[in-house]
């Protein structure tokens, strides 16, 4: 995708998939989890969590993630980002939280759910990261040529 359509793709409200190195040892592959998050075209991805949670000490460890977000309606696209924590902010600022959560649910429903968690403000903190590699995909050009070359199969031409 061009990069002004996989910034807006981005910061469209879907549900991100954060990949992270597992450093606790042993056989371990990445960790991988749903997240909400919050992004604007030319900005940084932007996560909250829990302070003591497993997601956040890997975090910390690592020092970088990957977030995957994709369109499961055909054709199918997808972006990931992957790049460096530039800052981790503890607490969570109310407001960010606030907006993220409004970026994923109406307003009556996003202030149900942020008094609903408020005890949480004093547990959550934000990473945020820096797009440093993008991979991208649009599979509409590719199911373009697949259904012109399907409509052709059988020797005709339209």
Known sequence: ???????????????????VTDSRGGDRAPLIVPVWYGYEPGGEVLVGTAR??????????????SLCVQDEGRPYRYVSVEGPITAMEDPID???REAIAQR???PEEAR???????????????????????????FAAFAA?????????????G
């Open 52 to 65: 003591e949670s497993i997601k956040a000490r890997l975090l910390r460890a690592a020092g970088r993630f």
């Open 112 to 138: 149900a759910y942020l008094a609903a968690t408020s005890f949480q403000l004093k547990d959550d903190i934000l990473f945020r990261m820096r797009p440093q590699h993008w991979r991208s995909a649009d």
């Open 1 to 19: 995708m061009p990069r002004d359509n996989r910034e807006r793709f981005l910061a469209e409200p879907r549900v991100g998939v954060l990949g």
């Open 94 to 96: 109310p407001a960010v």
């Open 104 to 106: 994923y649910l109406d």
């Open 145 to 157: 040529d697949f259904a012109e070359k399907g409509a052709g199969a059988d020797g005709s031409t």
